[in-house]
């Protein structure tokens, strides 16, 4: 953001903000377009006020987490799958578990509780 354009944040002036610049409507990470909700662009400016770290460096960690948290989603499901394919686990019927998580909680609570 040059110098002398209102900052995208109010109360900051000129707010120079490192790899994110200001066009008026949308954000550029290091050549990326990152649109972002007020809300969540008024939690970004916090954090940098709050804790003196770029923006940048708060959105690089969040996407590194978030697509480290995927990447292991995706590999439980793959295996979970394998599983299922191969014969190792056989699935189960959603309402027919249900049916018996249901029936097991209520013997659970007509048994007697100790004194």
Known sequence: MPRGW???WPGQG?????CLTW???????KGMELHLTPDIEAKLHALVAETG??????????LAGYLEELADVRAMLDSRYDDIKSGRVKPMDGEAFFASLRQREA???????PP
Do not use: I
């Open 23 to 29: 066009d008026g409507l949308v954000r550029t990470f």
């Open 53 to 62: 770290r770029a923006a940048d460096e708060f959105v690089q960690d969040a």
């Open 6 to 8: 209102p900052s995208p």
């Open 14 to 18: 000129d707010g120079f903000v490192p």
């Open 107 to 113: 013997a659970w609570l007509k048994k007697p509780t």
